[in-house]
């Protein structure tokens, strides 16, 4: 029992974590059609917000599981707030000059210094209890995850979208006018004070994490801890679940950063509405998800789970693709609920039986976050050279679930097996 006490207080606050990257992550699809439109973007060039800050996953990764490996959890920690707090607070800048390369620098700093929590937090979490209840540890403070999912584009839609939408020909008008600059800049302008306070909250939360205690974790089986090697790469499951982890996180960027443009496409919603709907539904439907499919795990096997859940979103998308009007946005909007547990339950089938490598398994597969900077510029190609059919690209990330769903029949039985596979 005070075992088990002496953890309660770290979990708490490391699951905290996991809200403040949720919202990193989910005002993307806020951000995409609102840079898109201040800084006058094509569906590809906007896609490039996803990019960038998957980009920084992939660069940042195995630097973060070194400094991990190196120094421990907490410092890690730190210096993750550290670069967040810096990458929110360069929104500000970037909107006064209105440049499109300055927000993508911010987006990179402050997913820098997620990689480094994420990092940090994800193998933390399963290592506070037993190894046969990993899965179920990771997805409870993976729900909280999914707090920050559906508030980040609820706050995105009230405070930064302005809800004025002009057509080609009145931008035209507009720049005849020379009133163009003015109203562009007004719109740059709005995400000033959401993320100066964002910001403000990283830092402070930062000085909360500096004078608290957290225990680092010892693994029984750390003979070497030195030790930093790629040879970790022979085990099956973590091969497999990086592979998985990068098709996963290329779809979930997919479905949320184009949402918004795929409304309008297929039933002609407002971008404040759509973002409402994105939020007040589809990210709530997330969370739920995230607590219910955290509950299931204590009947059913994590990775059969998994696999439903893949089929199911297989499904969903197809719809989505083939269906017009409200039902096709539904559809859409149901998907996430069905993603919610993927992004957990393959972070922990990865880094199942690894002890000390954990730290650089949990490196390798963050990095594949880089599937969203890949998958979404493909959906902006797609959409681009089919006359601004976003429907359409909707087949990448529908065949994304389908690797997703290949990985977990694969690994059924890995959290009932004594030893690790690495067939």
């Known amino acids: 029992m005070n075992e088990k006490k ?3 207080l770290p979990f708490i606050l490391v699951t905290c974590l996991f809200f403040l990257w949720a919202f990193l992550h989910n005002i993307n699809p806020i951000l995409i059609p609102h840079l898109k439109k201040a800084c006058q973007l094509t569906d590809t060039q906007s896609a490039f917000i996803d990019s960038s800050v998957s980009l ?12 991990m ?4 959890y907490k410092k890690g920690i730190l210096f993750g707030l550290f670069l967040f707090g810096m990458g929110f607070l360069l929104f500000i800048p970037a909107a006064v000059i209105r440049e499109y390369y300055l927000f993508l620098v911010a987006l990179f700093i402050g997913a820098s210094g997620a990689t480094f929590l994420e990092t940090v937090a994800n193998p933390y979490v399963t290592k506070l209890g037993d190894e046969q209840s990993a899965a179920f540890r990771i997805n409870l403070a993976q729900s909280f995850n999914g707090v920050g999912a559906f508030i980040a584009p609820l706050i995105g839609g009230k405070f930064i979208l302005s809800g004025i939408e002009h057509s080609k020909d009145e931008l035209q008008q507009m720049k005849l006018n020379g009133t163009l600059n003015s109203y562009l800049s007004g719109e740059a302008a709005t995400v000033k004070i959401p993320y100066l306070i964002l ?8 000085v909360i994490f500096f004078f608290t205690k957290l225990p680092e974790i010892k693994e029984s089986n750390n003979n070497d801890p030195s030790k930093f090697s ?32 795929f409304s309008r ?17 589809a990210m709530v439907g997330f969370m739920a998800g995230r607590f219910l499919g955290t509950f299931l795990m ?15 979103a297989i499904v969903l998308l197809f719809a989505a693709i083939t269906l017009k009007g409200n039902v096709a946005v539904y559809v859409l909007m149901a998907t996430p609920f ?24 949990s490196s390798l597969i963050v990095m594949a976050i880089i599937g969203g900077a890949i998958f979404p510029v493909i959906m902006g190609k797609i959409s681009d050279a089919n006359n601004g059919n976003i429907q359409l690209a909707y087949i990448v990330p529908l065949i994304c679930f389908a690797i997703i769903g290949i990985f977990a029949f694969r690994f059924r039985n890995l959290f009932t097996e004594k030893a690790v596979s690495t067939h």
């Open 6 to 8: 002496k953890y309660i």
């Open 56 to 67: 920084a996953y992939f660069i940042m990764a195995i630097p973060a599981g070194w400094f």
């Open 69 to 72: 490996h190196k120094y421990g």
């Open 199 to 206: 910001g403000l909250l990283v830092i402070a939360l930062l």
């Open 230 to 261: 790629f040879a970790i790469l022979k085990n099956g499951h973590l091969r497999w679940a990086i592979v998985a982890q990068f098709f996963y996180v290329g779809a979930q960027v997919c479905i949320g950063s184009f949402f918004i443009r």
């Open 265 to 281: 496409y297929v039933n002609n919603v407002s971008e404040k509405d759509a973002a409402l709907l994105w939020g007040s539904i």
């Open 298 to 312: 204590k009947f059913v096997k994590p990775a059969l789970l998994l696999g439903a859940y893949a089929i199911i």
């Open 338 to 361: 069905f993603m919610s547990i993927m992004f957990p339950t393959i972070f922990a089938m990865g880094i199942a039986g690894l002890g000390e490598e954990t730290k650089l398994a």
